[in-house]
């Protein structure tokens, strides 16, 4: 079985463009997540979609940030325009519903210069 | 201050030593996840603990839920090299396991 796959694994963008981030899921996963860890911090979570509803996106930073998932299968997260402390590793995550334990992927290292 | 304190946030063992990962929440539990991620890679599931106290063991891993502390605890017995990454508990603070709250991770080093 795939597992989660994320892309690009690097992105160095200057301040005030916009940068898109993919994510494909493990198929049949309902559940996506998007996490984000800030040099020196946690990783911190972002939102939540089951299928192509948004069910929690209390952790996203600004306005800023655009996450869609298109028809439940893959997602993406817009930054738009980039600021510098939006530099990270952004992370997703897919799971089974009525399941524990996330897969995550590799993470999308953002570098905002 | 943090929801959930992880310590130490780095540590140093010679292969064959034991060693404990302590992770500690300043609100009552519903889960508490344990992963293990490598430099460019995923966070790896390792295993979860749910209310109730709990411990489990995978390998020569073991991990277990101190309910009146609100505290769990990783060990490993007989490290190796295979062992060395950065180990993160992530908390779940209500039922659903919607979502996580990770500590800030602890670097482990096994020197052979």
């Known amino acids: 079985e795939a597992g989660v796959t994320q892309f690009p694994s690097h992105s160095v963008i200057e301040k005030g463009q916009t940068v898109t981030l993919r994510c494909d899921p493990i198929?049949?996963?309902?559940?996506l997540y998007w996490y984000r860890r800030v040099m020196g911090k946690e990783i911190k979570f972002l939102l939540h979609?089951?299928?192509?509803?948004?069910?929690?996106e209390s952790g996203m930073p600004n306005n800023r940030f655009l996450a869609e998932r298109t028809g439940g299968t893959y997602s993406t997260l817009k930054v738009q325009p980039a600021e510098l402390e939006d530099s990270g590793v952004y992370f997703c995550?897919?799971?089974?519903?009525?399941?524990?334990?996330?897969?995550f992927g590799s993470g999308t290292r953002l570098t905002v210069v | 201050s943090q929801e959930l304190e992880q310590s130490p946030q780095s540590l140093i063992v010679q292969e064959g030593k034991n060693l404990t990962i302590n992770c500690t929440s300043s609100?009552?539990?519903?889960?508490l996840y344990w992963y293990k991620q490598k430099y460019g890679e995923g966070l790896i599931f390792l295993m979860m603990?749910?209310?109730?106290?709990e411990e489990k063991s995978h390998e020569k891993i073991t991990a277990k839920l101190d309910e009146k502390k609100q505290q769990s605890s990783l060990h490993i017995t007989a490290s190796q090299p295979s062992h060395a990454g950065i180990y993160l508990c992530?908390?779940?603070?209500?039922?659903?396991?919607?979502?996580?709250?990770f500590g800030i991770g602890t670097k482990l080093q096994v020197i052979p």
């Open positions: 992530g908390a779940v603070y209500s039922g659903g396991y919607q979502k996580v709250t």
């Open positions: 995550a897919s799971s089974q519903q009525g399941t524990y334990g996330y897969t």
């Open positions: 979609f089951v299928k192509e509803s948004k069910q929690d």
């Open positions: 603990l749910q209310k109730g106290g």
């Open positions: 609100k009552t539990l519903y889960g």
């Open positions: 198929s049949g996963h309902d559940n």
